[in-house]
């Protein structure tokens, strides 16, 4: 397959992916975190229940409640892990693709303008969402807390991650061709 120059994407376009897959995210980690809790708070309720001999409670806190507890401490470092990797593939995509994928600067610049705008817009919506309920407001504020952060300073961190993915794909210099020595043109 030939690559055609203009074909793909622009690692700035990318920053409306990001926002939408920030802000969803962030959003399945507090459902995953919610629907944790209820399961570990439900079989914890049980109580001191015996089957043939054998303690519900304590084969419930040996087993499953290991493993809904070591989810529950590892969501929120997932999600950001995930979010700065997304960052760092932005910007090693503006390196590598410098020479083949360059928009106008002009057009990056309305990029990350609607970028910023969209992420005022969705970083509000997250802010309406976890204030909805005291339940939600606690798990987002309080064991989601660095990625919930993350999303409400959406606003802020999309400009700044844009301008850097531009410096490296405008700043670097173009891609040289080296010439195919086998070649008899």
Do not use: C, H
């Amino acid at each position: 397959m030939v690559y055609k120059k203009g074909q793909g994407f622009s690692p700035t376009v990318m920053l409306l992916f990001f926002v939408f897959f920030a802000l969803f995210l962030v959003f399945g980690a507090g459902i995953l975190y919610f629907s944790a809790d209820v399961v570990d708070s439900s079989f914890t309720a049980i109580g001191d229940l015996s089957i043939g001999g054998i303690d519900f409670n304590q084969t419930y806190q040996n087993t499953l409640g290991i493993g809904i507890s070591a989810s529950k401490n590892t969501i929120t470092t997932a999600s950001i892990g995930l979010l700065l990797g997304m960052v760092v593939v932005m910007m090693l995509m503006g390196y590598f693709l410098r020479g083949t994928n360059r928009l106008w600067i002009i057009l990056d610049l309305f990029i990350i303008l609607v970028a910023f705008i969209t992420a005022v817009y969705l970083s509000r919506s997250f802010d309406t969402f976890i204030n909805l309920n005291s339940d939600l407001f606690s798990i987002f504020s309080n064991d989601l807390e660095t990625s919930s952060r993350f999303v409400l300073n959406l606003p802020f961190v999309i400009p700044i991650i844009g301008v850097l993915i531009m410096l490296v794909t405008y700043a670097t210099g173009r891609k040289k061709e080296e010439p195919n020595v086998l070649s008899f043109q």
